[in-house]
């Protein structure tokens, strides 16, 4: 160890792979509904490009958890995201090419994307009934 | 790139290593690649999580879900329920930890850590410590970088004296003075050495944290040696503690190939080097100079102070000796400064308190807590109170150097001097809680000979008066004591406290002074009554029957296994005192609650 900087490397790589054993009171949590449903329509791999796209842009104040199922299998994969403060806010109908635009625009731009909410969905669910 | 999404927590200290966690290890990588996800699900051997009680624990993060008494059966529900399919599985979980709706809490918000702060623990159960990135990752030889590159020796030292750390392994010496005595001595060869003999019973907190975190001691010990100018520093911890030392080898093994130990750290000209000495387990051997005389390979037998180690030391020269614990708490300070330290505990006790929990509790385990919480805020909430609906008696603290707090003071803050003043002490961290079923006597008894067993034997007031005391327990507990062994007692005990050479022998009436103090009462019943009031001392016991209560159905009789109870059918019984081996099988037997105990 020559040097603080390299100290300072090693830090930040590791503390990216151990980050979510910090307490999961605080920071931004995203969350993927696991349940047979989920995982049928392709949750793990939606859970995987999160994992990776969380990791590549070093957000280490996020923390990419599972869980069972969410209750509306027919929009899965779904994906919650829960940020300090703010209500949550729920995607549907999730893949490993929506998952880059939800980085960048909801969680490191603060700015939820309307059209890939369940809102949005069952907008579109009425219109095509009527 | 690897995706890994989730880390599943094993504890590996040693009471989870001794209740099984190496097959739920083995286990979990066989249903993970079952279930193929082994590549997304890292699976890490940490230190203790402290409630060892409930071991083997497993913490599935990011969930924070908290897995107690996990056994092998159990690993492929969790994989295939939380890891694969994201569903938490809410009966294995500590009970403690799930809310009503079934949502789980986090960590913080469970009674066993609410009133906990970790600062000596706070990698323990965190990270994997034969992993020193991790270690890294959570600030770790930052503070080390700091002070190599940042700071001067004197300011080292400053600091640590502004924070008003003192020393965890008994005496609670300001950690600073010691080493500033130590600094102003001509510059020469001088050592640094770490206490991890941990000889009092029934404590852990020292191998729990050379297990959890091997690094932080390695850290703190280098920033030692920068203070007071020395290079070379040796960690003596007892051989009992394999997984311990094992690590702490890696650890040692890990930071030179990093080069945080050896030739110029941090490219600066400072060099250190730091090895393993390991103890036989002799509880002298904790006392500073018998553990340096047995680092130079001699017998380890105290010698009497001054001078002082911080001037003459091992092999002749200035050295310090600190406890694992307080080493833990330098690097925060460190990093964090003395003002943040000063902010915890109270007026003269600053920082946390580590206590190995252990006796007739619920939790038992391993906690941290601020100085000046109080005894019945450890027993009642982090330790969850007593089992079985008994009664809280007293608490031990010390060990055998130790005292005892009774009911009516339980509600001392816990801190050096609070302690002192009640005839207890802090001790290194040991904390026995006793019910009502627990004999006073019998508790100095067992101090006793433990001291009896360890005296080395060097000077006379250890070795005969502390075998002579025990002598008089025995005496007392076995029903033949008298009034005037009591006095004997106190007189002798107040005489070895003022005339031993080390800390044991001057330490080893207190169990005995404590009791006397608040429990003369028990005492004098034993004596007078020949009578134990608590029902443990074996000899002063005896099984009756009322002969009101008795139905004479038999039961009794027929479960004694020495024919001490006989009687006619439907009439009462009675028990041949002479025969019974008072064993309490047929106490427990009768249907009617008609034997007693007196
Ligand atoms: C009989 C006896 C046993 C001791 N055992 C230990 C021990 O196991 N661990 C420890 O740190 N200190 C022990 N001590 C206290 C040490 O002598 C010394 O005060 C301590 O290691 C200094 O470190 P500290 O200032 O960081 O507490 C013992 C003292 C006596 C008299």
Redesign the pocket.
């Known amino acids: 160890m020559k040097s603080l900087q390299e100290l300072e490397a090693i830090r930040n790589k590791t503390l990216n792979e151990i980050h979510m054993r910090n307490d999961r009171t605080e920071g931004i949590r995203i969350v993927v509904g696991m349940a047979t449903c989920g995982i049928a329509a392709g949750a793990r791999q939606v859970l995987n490009a999160l994992v990776d796209e969380v990791k590549k842009r070093n957000l280490s104040q996020v923390t990419v958890a599972q869980t069972g199922c969410i209750g509306m299998c027919r929009l899965e994969p779904i994906v919650e995201v829960y940020m300090p403060g703010e209500e949550k806010v729920t995607y549907v109908k999730m893949s490993p090419e929506k998952v880059a635009r939800v980085i960048s625009e909801h969680i490191v731009n603060k700015k939820a994307i309307k059209e890939f909410t369940v809102g949005s969905a069952e907008q579109q669910d009425k219109e095509e009934r009527e | 790139m690897n995706l890994v999404r989730s880390h599943v927590l094993v504890c590996g200290g040693t009471g989870c290593t001794s209740s099984g966690c190496e097959k739920l290890i083995k286990e979990f990588d066989v249903q993970l690649a079952k279930a193929g996800i082994d590549k997304e699900v890292k699976v890490v051997k940490t230190g203790c999580f402290g409630l060892c009680a409930l071991g083997p624990i497993v913490i599935v993060y990011p969930e924070g879900a908290f897995y107690s008494m996990v056994k092998e059966e159990n690993i492929e529900e969790i994989v295939n329920e939380h890891l694969l399919k994201g569903r938490i599985v809410t009966h294995l979980l500590y009970d403690e930890s799930v809310h009503e709706g079934e949502e789980i809490k986090p960590l913080n918000e469970i009674d066993f850590y609410k009133k906990q702060m970790r600062i000596a623990l706070r990698n323990c159960g965190v990270i994997d410590p034969e992993n020193i990135d991790e270690y890294i990752a959570f600030d770790g030889y930052k503070a080390l970088g700091k002070v190599l590159t940042e700071m001067t020796p004197e300011e080292v030292i400053a600091v640590v004296k502004e924070s008003s750390l003192?020393?965890?392994?008994?005496?609670?010496?300001p950690?600073a003075l010691?080493w500033e005595f130590a600094a102003k001595q001509p510059k020469g060869q001088k050592f640094v050495c770490c206490?991890?003999?941990?000889?009092?019973p029934g404590a852990f907190m020292?191998r729990s944290i050379l297990e959890g975190d091997p690094h932080c001691v390695i850290e703190a010990m280098t920033i030692a040696a920068y203070a007071i100018g020395s290079n070379q520093g040796y960690i003596y911890i007892r051989a009992e503690y394999p997984i311990a030392v094992n690590r702490l080898q890696k650890a040692i093994n890990q930071a030179k190939e990093y080069g945080l130990l050896g030739d110029n750290i941090f490219g600066t000209d400072f060099s250190f080097d730091l090895e393993i000495r390991l103890g036989a387990g002799a509880?002298?051997c904790?006392?500073?100079t018998a553990?340096m005389t047995s680092i130079e390979g001699y017998r380890g037998e105290p010698r009497p102070r001054p001078p002082f180690p911080a001037v003459k030391g091992l092999w002749g020269v200035p050295t310090i000796?600190?406890?694992?614990e307080?080493y833990a708490n330098i690097p925060q300070i460190i990093l964090n400064g003395a003002e943040w330290f000063k902010g915890i505990g109270t007026e003269k006790s600053k920082g946390t308190k580590v206590f190995a929990l252990g006796g007739k509790i619920h939790n038992t385990g391993l906690v941290e807590v601020p100085m000046g919480t109080t005894l019945r805020e450890i027993v009642e909430e982090i330790g969850g109170g007593i089992p079985d609906g008994k009664k809280f008696k007293a608490a031990q603290t010390g060990g055998p150097?130790g005292g005892c707090i009774p009911t009516s003071l339980i509600d001392t803050p816990i801190d050096y001097d609070s302690l002192t003043k009640i005839g207890a002490m802090m001790g290194?961290g040991g904390l026995i809680v006793m019910d009502e079923d627990s004999c006073m006597v019998d508790i100095a008894k067992f101090f006793l000979e433990f001291t009896v067993d360890e005296s080395c034997g060097k000077c006379a007031p250890c070795r005969i008066g502390t075998k002579r005391m025990l002598e008089i327990l025995e005496k007392i507990t076995s029903g033949n004591g008298t009034v005037e062994d009591i006095e004997n007692l106190k007189d002798l005990a107040n005489t070895i406290k003022s005339s031993a050479l080390?800390?044991?022998g001057?330490?080893a009436p207190n169990p005995i002074l404590s009791t006397l103090k608040y429990f003369e009462d028990e005492y004098m019943a034993h004596v007078v009554e020949k009578r134990c009031p608590a029902g443990a001392c074996k000899d002063l016991l005896s099984y009756v029957i009322i002969a009101d209560k008795c139905k004479g159905c038999t039961i009794c009789a027929k479960n004694c296994p020495v024919n001490a109870i006989s009687g006619e059918v439907k009439k009462p019984f009675v028990i041949d005192q002479d025969t019974c081996i008072k064993c309490g099988v047929c106490e427990g037997k009768c249907p009617f609650k008609a034997i007693v105990r007196q």
């Open positions: 003192r020393g965890r392994g008994g005496a609670g010496f950690t010691k206490n991890a003999d941990e000889g009092d020292d509880f002298v904790g006392e500073e553990l000796l600190n406890n694992v307080t150097s290194s080390c800390g044991l001057q330490t």
